[in-house]
C-alpha cells in the first residue's frame, strides 16, 4: 500500500467515525429512515413471487392478548389463498410490553410496533408483516383494528372482547377471526387502497371498504358496529370482487401504485 492510499483509507475512517459520532444514541431509522408506506404498499410483494419466495407474520402480543389459534390459522390459510409464496407462510409470535400509557393514536401504533418488529419487512427473500394485540384501546373507542402502514397491523383485544353480541352471538372467537383477516385485507390493499377496481364494490360512505356484507371487507367489520351482524354469520373471507381485484393487481392487469417493491 502507497503513502496516498494510506491516507485515504485513514482519511475515510475519520470521516466515518466523525459523521457516526453525533447519531450514536439514536435509532438507527434516524440515520436511515426506512420507508413504511401505507397499507397496500407491500401488496404485490405478497401476491407475487419473483423477489419474495416466503412470508413471516409476526405476532407480537402483550401479557394476556395472545390472538387465537383459530385467527392465526384462518389468517395462514387466507394468506396462502391469495399471495404466492412457494416457500411458505408462517406465524412467529414474540411477548413483548408495549408500554403505552392511555388509548392508542394510529402513530403510538406506528411506531411501538416498529420498535418491536424483528426484521425488516423486506428481508433478504422474506416479506414480514406484523400484527401487534396490545393492551389498552384505540383513541376512537368503536374501532377493533387499524392498518398503519405497508407492514404494521394492531387489533384491539379489550374492544373485541366488548364487541361480542348478546347470547355470543357473534363470538368474540368469530369477531376476531373477522378483524384480524379484514385488517390484512387492508394489507393487501382492498378496497382500492393502491389501485382501482373495474368493479364498484367500494362502499360510497366508507372509503376502502366494501358495499357488500358477505365479504370480510365490508366496512362495519372492523368496529363496533359488527353488532349488526347478531342475526346474520359474521364473513371471515374475501369475496369474488375483493380475489377478482387481487388477481387483476398480481397479472398486472389492474395498474398499482404506493409500491415499495414494484417488479422491474
Ligand atoms: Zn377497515
Redesign the pocket.
Known sequence: MDRRTLLTLLFAVLVGSTNLAGCLGNDLGDIIPERKGIPGGLTLACLTSSSYTSMVVEVDYEPGYKPLASSTDLLVERLTSVCDKPEGISIEFQEVNFGQQGDWSAEDVRSKAWDQKTASPLEGSTLRWQLIFPAGGYEEASVL???VDASTVALFGDSIDEAEGPLGRPSVEDVENSVVI??V??LLGLVNLVYQSPVDHEDAD?P??SNNDDSV?Y?A???TDIVNFIFGTLPNDFDTDDRNDLAGLADGSIPIRDQLWSRV
Open positions: 383494528g387499524v392498518a379484514h385488517e385485507g387492508h366508507h376502502g371498504h371487507m366496512w367489520v372492523e368496529s
